[in-house]
């Protein structure tokens, strides 16, 4: 019975979820079926229960038919019914967190039931309402159109037939509501394909993009517009600061205007942005980056629902240690610990703890906090690796640097998830790498004038090598 969904589902609901959801049940509107009431009364008191007997199902059918025969299928049937109302349930509270779509569906009621003057007075109302809005994303934009549909329509075929002005705003928005989320999900499927040896196929975008550049003039004023199509040329173009330039204005200008995922998906890939740059090699971003996640952390927009990604714990981590601001990034390492959700949180802090130490120069701790490092993801074998590779280098220790680069290397080119983008930048890096070890190792046998030939020579080919990561790494220890 443990393994039940309905057990399972009402187990994920918070403390607060719980008791609105006891209330949902409970209420005659919604289920007039006592036997229903009963069981969720029953799970809700034995959620914490540690003897798993006392949810088993003959148990169960017990207290729900006391003195009946067991009878699978009507204990199934009751089962059943509290499955159905715990989906309505949620359907209930995304209304209560959406109120737009709320007053939408009571309009579109309303058209149904042919109440046109309910219709047309929430429909004005809500007009109104939605003309003040700053930010029009793709919630906006379709529920305009739908609005617009149903008065529209309404208007034709019971008002002035030959009245067009709402059907004329039903297809712009409809237009909108188009642009503004094939922009968004491009945004999202660009970064993913950088990020992931994946493909998409986009379809009418490259369509779509013509078009905006012919008739920016009309949605240049639209701020959803102008926030996904300023994202999309940042990730198409990285090379022209232009696009991340607009898009720290509209967080300076624009970001309390819009909805809280239009902020998310500006903040989140501005310092995304930030991070590509940095991984090119351009360090004059790693400041600029620290303020843009110091600001996201006191602003909340760091956090999604009150999680920390364990990415994003690492970024904040790494950055706070390059510049060494030390105090601040061990205070950050223990208080947002637990916002990372619980089967990553431990090796999110072991791999970013091992990196603090490392930067600390305490390299002995780097390597022992480093064997607790689990390689659940591809990106924890890459970092880790390379961070091993630093700390063996710190401590001079040229056998184990020259395997591990070969079996990096190895790893690196062999792994099917790596995109030929990323293995270009990792071999490029690995290569140098190799040379400056071999260049250190054999600095005894060079005249200092003639090392530091050597390593300016390498430092200008890591310099003018354009896919190599972690550039700044290389350079910093050519100059040293």
């Known amino acids: 019975m443990q393994q039940s969904r309905i057990v399972k589902f009402v187990k994920e609901l918070s403390q607060r979820e719980r008791e609105r959801f006891y209330q949902f049940v409970h209420s005659p509107y919604f289920n007039q079926h006592e036997k229903t009431s009963q069981l969720l009364d029953i799970l809700l008191s034995r959620l914490n229960a540690t003897d798993e007997e006392e949810l088993e199902r003959e148990l169960l059918h017990g207290q729900l038919f006391p003195g009946q025969p067991y009878d699978e299928q009507k204990l199934h049937n009751v089962m059943s019914y509290l499955k159905k109302l715990y989906n309505r349930f949620l359907a209930f509270e995304y209304l209560e967190r959406h109120p737009l779509e709320e007053q939408v569906l009571t309009l579109e009621s309303a058209y149904e039931g042919a109440r046109f003057e309910l219709l047309a007075n929430r429909a004005k109302q809500l007009d109104k309402t939605l003309a003040q809005k700053a930010f029009s994303d793709g919630e906006y934009q379709y529920a305009r159109y739908r609005i617009n549909y149903l008065m529209g329509y309404y208007g034709s075929e019971f ?127 790693q400041t600029e980056l620290f303020d843009l996640y110091r600001k996201g952390l006191s602003g909340g927009l760091l956090l999604k629902n009150g999680i920390l990604s364990e990415w994003d714990y690492k970024n904040v981590a790494t950055l706070g240690c390059s510049l060494k601001e030390y105090e601040w990034t061990e205070d950050f390492l223990h208080t947002y610990k637990d916002y990372i959700p619980a089967h990553q949180r431990e090796n999110a802090y072991s791999y970013n703890l091992a990196n603090y130490y490392y930067h600390k120069k305490l390299y002995d701790k780097t390597l022992q906090t480093l064997l607790h490092v689990q390689f659940t993801d591809i990106k924890y074998h890459l970092n880790s690796n390379f961070l091993l590779l630093r700390t063996y280098y710190a401590l001079h220790d040229t056998e184990a640097l020259l395997s591990l680069i070969e079996t990096f290397r190895i790893y690196v080119i062999r792994n099917q998830r790596i995109t030929t983008e990323q293995k270009r930048s990792y071999t490029n890096f690995l290569r140098f790498a190799k040379k400056l070890v071999q260049l250190r190792h054999h600095a005894s046998t060079y005249s200092k004038k003639a090392l530091r030939e050597k390593l300016d020579e390498l430092a200008a080919k890591v310099e003018n090598t354009e896919n190599v990561i972690n550039k700044y790494w290389l350079l910093e220890e050519c100059k040293g």
Request: with cysteine; charged share 25%.
């Open 159 to 285: 008002v002035d037939r030959s009245e067009s002005g709402a059907l004329q705003s039903m297809s712009d928005h409809l237009d909108r509501y188009f642009i503004v989320e094939k922009l968004r999900n491009s945004c999202h499927l660009t970064a993913n394909m950088m990020l992931l040896n994946s493909h998409y196929e986009l379809g009418l975008l490259e369509d779509l993009l013509l078009y905006l550049q012919s008739n920016w003039e009309r949605f240049r004023d639209d701020l959803g517009i102008r926030l996904y199509y300023t994202i999309l040329m940042s990730l198409r173009e990285e090379h022209e600061p232009r696009h991340y330039q607009e898009m720290k204005i509209m967080l300076a200008e624009h970001l309390t205007d819009m909805t809280q995922q239009g902020g998310s998906d500006l903040y989140t890939f501005a310092y995304n942005y930030c991070i590509r740059r940095i991984n090119q090699g351009d360090s004059s971003y």
